[in-house]
């Protein structure tokens, strides 16, 4: 079975510019997470979907990330405008629903000059 | 707000050599998970543990699971190189499955 494609692997940008990440799940996975994993730390939940909809959204910080999953598949994870500490790598992951081992992509590590 | 604290958050240690690795959360939980991951890699699934009193066993590594002491613990027998790795527990809830709450891991560096 295919993993979670994420892409891109790196990205390079600067303060205040803004960014866009993409996620593939796992094919039947219905539920959808976005992670922040800053250099030291566990990773983080951003945001949660089932299908297209949100469950969880509550760590997202909302005057400059976005996130949507409009067909209820594959995902984009906005960041407008960026700021240093938005350096990070960025995980995407999926399970069949919200009880079930998540499945993780190699993340997209972004760096804030 | 459920917290999750791991300890030692740096091991090292001699191969042949046995050691545990403590995960603490402070509230009630439904499923605690146990990933590795590799530098600059992805976060690989080892354990999910679901009640009190499981264990389940891969390999080297053990787990375990005490609910009312609200802790696990992940056990390493005989350890070789190929188990230098972080390490991280994560716990959730039945109402809000799937809203896995991280440790910041234990970083393992197994030397010959």
């Known amino acids: 079975e295919a993993g979670v494609a994420q892409s891109p692997r790196y990205k390079i940008i600067e303060k205040r510019q803004s960014v866009a990440f993409w996620c593939n799940p796992i094919?039947?996975?219905?539920?959808l997470y976005w992670y922040q994993q800053i250099l030291g730390q566990g990773p983080k939940l951003l945001i949660q979907?089932?299908?297209?909809?949100?469950?969880?959204d509550s760590q997202l910080p909302k005057d400059r990330f976005s996130a949507e999953r409009l067909k209820g598949v594959d995902s984009t994870l906005k960041i407008q405008p960026a700021k240093l500490e938005d350096s990070a790598v960025y995980l995407c992951?999926?399970?069949?629903?919200?009880?079930?081992?998540?499945?993780f992509g190699d993340g997209t590590r972004l760096s804030i000059l | 707000e459920l917290k999750v604290e791991q300890n030692p958050l740096f091991l090292s240690m001699q191969e042949g050599k046995n050691y545990t690795i403590y995960c603490n959360y402070s509230?009630?939980?439904?499923?605690l998970y146990w990933y590795r991951q590799d530098p600059g890699k992805s976060l690989e699934s080892l354990f999910v543990l679901l009640s009190n009193g499981a264990v389940k066993q891969e390999g080297r590594l053990m787990a375990s699971l005490d609910t009312k002491a609200r802790l696990s613990t992940l056990h390493i027998t005989a350890a070789v190189h190929d188990l230098s790795a972080t390490y991280f527990c994560?716990?959730?809830?039945?109402?809000?499955?799937?809203?896995?709450?991280f440790g910041d891991g234990t970083t393992l560096t197994v030397k010959p």
């Open positions: 979907f089932q299908n297209n909809g949100v469950v969880d």
């Open positions: 094919s039947g996975h219905a539920t």
């Open positions: 994560a716990v959730d809830t039945n109402t809000n499955a799937g809203k896995s709450t």
């Open positions: 509230t009630t939980s439904d499923r």
């Open positions: 992951a999926s399970s069949l629903s919200g009880a079930q081992p998540q499945h």
